[in-house]
C-alpha cells in the first residue's frame, strides 16, 4: 500500500538558517503530494501541493518540487523564522482505483526556530 | 467560513463513560475522516466516509463507531472510553479530484480528550 517516510525530528534551528525536511513516498503510479503544518494547539493546514511530476509546490517561503525519480517531495525554506515553529506532515493522495478514498501522512517532523 | 467545525474542544472522561465527537462541515465534501494523533505517533487513522451512507475502517477502529447520515455531519462516538483513548482527536474534509482518492483535507481544531 501507500507509505510516507519523513525524516526523523525533532529538527532546531536558528533564526534565518537554510531548513530542510525529506520526504519520501512509496504510492502505484503518480500521487498528489502535500504538505500540512500544525501550529501549537491547532488543526493542520495545507502549506503546499503538487499534482504532477516536476510540479513545485510553494506558499510563504517553502517550496517543495514533486521528483518521480526519486519518489521525493522534500520541504525547504532559505530562511526560517521564529513564526515557522511547528510541525510539518508530508502526505500523498493516490489514485481511487489503487489507493482507495484515504490521504496517507508521514510521522511529522517537529521543527523549533530559536531567534 | 466556517468549514471543519468541531466540539467539544476539551473534554474528561471517567473510565467506562461513552460520548460522542461532533463534527460538521460546510464545504460539500463528500469525504470525512477521524484521525486521532498521540505524540511520537502522528495522526492514525479511525474512520472515513466516502459520502452519506457510507463509512469504512481506518487503522484503529476498535472502540469506536461512526455514521454517516448527512453530508454535513460525521460523528464519532466513543462506546466505552477506556484510558488509552486519551488523544487529540482531529476530523478533516475534503473532496475527490478527477481520478485523485482525495485533494487536500481540511481539518478542524481538534478535540483534547482525557480518560481517567
Known amino acids: 500500500g501507500d507509505s510516507v517516510t519523513q525524516m526523523e525530528g525533532p529538527v532546531t534551528l536558528s533564526e534565518e538558517a537554510f531548513l530542510t525536511i525529506n520526504c519520501t513516498y512509496t504510492?502505484?503510479?503518480?500521487?498528489?503530494l502535500f504538505w500540512y503544518v500544525q501550529y501549537p494547539g491547532e488543526g493542520l493546514q495545507l502549506l503546499l501541493k503538487?499534482?504532477?511530476?516536476?510540479d513545485k509546490g510553494s506558499n510563504k517561503g517553502f517550496e517543495a518540487t514533486y521528483r518521480k525519480e526519486t519518489t521525493s517531495f522534500h520541504l525547504e525554506k532559505g530562511s526560517v523564522q521564529v513564526s515557522d515553529s511547528a510541525v510539518y506532515f508530508c502526505?500523498?493522495?493516490?489514485?481511487?482505483?489503487?489507493?482507495?478514498?484515504?490521504?496517507?501522512f508521514g510521522e511529522g517532523t517537529q521543527l523549533t526556530v530559536n531567534p | 467560513n466556517a468549514g471543519v467545525t468541531q466540539t467539544p474542544k476539551f473534554q474528561v472522561l471517567k473510565t467506562g463513560q461513552s460520548m460522542t465527537l461532533q463534527c460538521a462541515q460546510d464545504?460539500?465534501?463528500?469525504?470525512m475522516s477521524w484521525y486521532r494523533q498521540d505524540p511520537g505517533m502522528g495522526l492514525r487513522l479511525i474512520h472515513y466516509?466516502?459520502?452519506?451512507?457510507?463509512?469504512d475502517q481506518g487503522e484503529v477502529p476498535n472502540g469506536y463507531n461512526v455514521s454517516r447520515s448527512t453530508t454535513e455531519d460525521f460523528p464519532l462516538r466513543l462506546l466505552s472510553a477506556a484510558p488509552s483513548q486519551t488523544s487529540v482527536y482531529f476530523c478533516?474534509?475534503?473532496?475527490?479530484?478527477?481520478?485523485?482518492?482525495?485533494?487536500?483535507?481540511?481539518f478542524g481544531q481538534g478535540t483534547r480528550l482525557t480518560v481517567v
Open positions: 502526505a500523498l493522495s493516490g489514485k481511487k482505483e489503487t489507493s482507495g478514498s484515504r490521504l496517507t
Open positions: 478533516a474534509s475534503s473532496y475527490s479530484s478527477g481520478s485523485f482518492a482525495q485533494t487536500e483535507a481540511f
Open positions: 504510492a502505484t503510479g503518480y500521487p498528489s
Open positions: 466516509s466516502v459520502g452519506a451512507g457510507i463509512t
Open positions: 464545504m460539500n465534501h463528500e469525504y
Open positions: 503538487a499534482t504532477k511530476a516536476d
